[in-house]
Structures are given as structure tokens and as C-alpha cells.
């Protein structure tokens, strides 16, 4: 019988993968239903907690965020720009380094972690993602003027970035003109919704456990 060795495996690495595996199994499913944000935030309540940090934080509101991540990523935690295709038909990468809930540019991320101290941020964390938002929402209204609280300029923004914006490039793109009002409709839903259950939502899980 021929004997079979087996190449030892470092701690390190076993750590490493035994770790990736248990992030895997510990993803945070799309929720069920997300055109209604109230049973977003029921279905997943930290998801609130994080979404209320960032408005604490930055001063957006939370429709807004929500609705803009909802058109980037449908709230996938590994959500990926399509392929990029050499020739027409052979895969050649994606068409940008845009990754996650945000679906934020590694260079943008970049600029997040950097100017907040963030270093340890993932782009497949909620909490980190609904943050990065909430940053580059208030450093639109910074830079270019538009309110916090308008999510059609704001995703113009979030699309074509700041200088973009400046030139009004997307006024070549008509497809994201379109895109960028479903978005400013769907925030205004999600204001609304977000009236009816936020009280709730706000009561701590003693209370719940009681009385909810």
C-alpha cells in the first residue's frame, strides 16, 4: 500500500480558514421583503441600530441610505459589479472594484477608512456599510451642496462622484436619470413606512421580550 504524506498545516493558516468558513455560514440573508423598510429593520433589528448610529454620526436620514442600497446592492452583503468581457465574450474581471452592501470602490472605501479611523471596515458588513453611506452622503452636501436629505442629487452623486456631479455628466445618461429618480421615490416610501414602526423600533429588547 502505498503510504500518503500529508504536507503539515500551519496554526495560522488553520485559524485563517476555520474563521472564513464561519463568516460564511454566518451571512446575513437579503431580507424578504425589502420594499417595506419596517420589516427590513423587524426581520433584521440590528440593521436599526447601525442605521441610527449613522444618523447620529453624520446627520442623514435613514430613508435615504436605505433606499440608495437598496438600488446598489438589493442588500446582498457580497454583492458584485457585472463581468467586464474581452472581445465581446471572454470574462475579463469586473467592470469596477465596487464590492458589498454599498457597493463602495475599493478606493473610495479607502478614503472612508482613512478620514474616519475605520481601518478595520468591511464592505460586507452592514454596519460598516450603512456608515461609509452615511459618510459620503454628508461629504456631498459638503462638497457639492445637496441636501442630506434629497436622494435623487445624492445618488447622482454616489454614482458619478463629486466632480462628476460638477460636470453634470449624468445628464448623458438618461438610464441613470431614470435610476436616480426610482431611488428618490423609493426613499420617500421608506420615509413614510419608517413613521409608522421607528417607536417601536426604538424600544430596547427588555421591552420586546415583554411586551412585544
Not at 34 to 63: L, M, Q, S, T
Not at 75 to 81: E, I, N, T, V, W
Not at 96 to 114: F, L
Request: proline share 5%; charged share 25%; glycine share 6%.
Amino acid at each position: 500500500m502505498k503510504t500518503i504524506f500529508f504536507k503539515p498545516i500551519h496554526r495560522t493558516t488553520l485559524s485563517a480558514a476555520a474563521f472564513a468558513i464561519l463568516l460564511s455560514g454566518c451571512a446575513t440573508p437579503p431580507p424578504e421583503n425589502p420594499e417595506n423598510i419596517c420589516a427590513i429593520f423587524e426581520e433584521h433589528r440590528d440593521w436599526y441600530d447601525a442605521a441610527e448610529d449613522a444618523r447620529e454620526r453624520w446627520g442623514v436620514p435613514i430613508h435615504v441610505p436605505m433606499a440608495m442600497m437598496y438600488q446598489e446592492s438589493s442588500f446582498k452583503h457580497d454583492a458584485l459589479p457585472p463581468r467586464d468581457y474581452l472581445l465581446g465574450f471572454i470574462p475579463w474581471g469586473r467592470v469596477s472594484s465596487a464590492y458589498g452592501y454599498s457597493q463602495a470602490k475599493t478606493m473610495t472605501w479607502e478614503d472612508y477608512q482613512r478620514e474616519t479611523g475605520n481601518s478595520w471596515a468591511s464592505r460586507s458588513s452592514f454596519e460598516d456599510a450603512i456608515d461609509f453611506m452615511g459618510w459620503f452622503i454628508y461629504k456631498t452636501y459638503q462638497v457639492n451642496g445637496v441636501s442630506k436629505w434629497d436622494a435623487y442629487g445624492q445618488y447622482l452623486n454616489y454614482h458619478e462622484g463629486w466632480g462628476g456631479y460638477q460636470r453634470k455628466t449624468y445628464l448623458k445618461k438618461p438610464w441613470l436619470v431614470r435610476v436616480s429618480r426610482i431611488v428618490k421615490r423609493r426613499s420617500l416610501t421608506y420615509a413614510t413606512q419608517l413613521k409608522t414602526c421607528e417607536e417601536d423600533l426604538q424600544k430596547g429588547w427588555l421591552w420586546r421580550l415583554f411586551f412585544g
